[in-house]
């Protein structure tokens, strides 16, 4: 039971490596998914109700002081002299990349590539539905968690007497 315990408490902190956790604790393998799932579900919940909280709070204070920046106003051009910039920053291309594989690709991906907090706050800042966030998120944490466990199991059964 300590064991379980302590593989949901790394899955609610670390998120997908909590897999390897439960595999070198001797937890068996369906109690860590449960765990993983259990502990990566909180995460979406709570970020996407504080981003929600603090984005009217934000929002206006960014408006402000993105003003007082020089050149706000203006266009900028790239390297070429013509056109904007305005498609090479990298918000940008983060959103072209949302806009293509949406919210499934977002939450498959992002547990292996930002973790599940930092898909979550991401997610969250992005605008993206929560609806849709949470579900697909918890399914990405899952899906890699328990690719982190098949891996741990294997390497484990190689290497240990």
Not at 138 to 149: D, S, V
Request: glycine residues 12%.
């Amino acid at each position: 039971m300590t064991n379980f315990l302590l593989t949901l408490a790394a899955a609610f902190t670390l998120g997908t490596p909590a897999g390897a956790l439960g595999a070198s604790l001797d937890v068996p393998a369906a109690l860590v998914v449960l765990a993983l799932v259990l502990g990566a579900l909180p995460v979406p919940l709570l970020t996407t109700f504080a981003v929600t909280r603090l984005r009217p709070l934000w929002r206006p204070w960014y408006d402000r002081h993105r003003q007082r920046l020089p050149g706000a106003g203006r266009s900028r051009t790239n390297a070429h002299g013509s056109g904007s910039l305005s498609a090479d920053r990298p918000s940008d291309r983060a959103r072209r990349l949302l806009d293509r594989y949406g919210a499934p690709g977002f939450g498959m991906l992002g547990p292996l590539l930002f973790g599940t907090w930092g898909t979550a706050i991401l997610g969250s800042a992005l605008s993206l539905p929560h609806r849709r966030l949470i579900p697909w998120l918890a399914a990405g944490a899952a899906f890699w968690g328990t690719a982190w466990l098949f891996l741990s199991e294997a390497t484990l059964g190689v290497f240990a007497p």
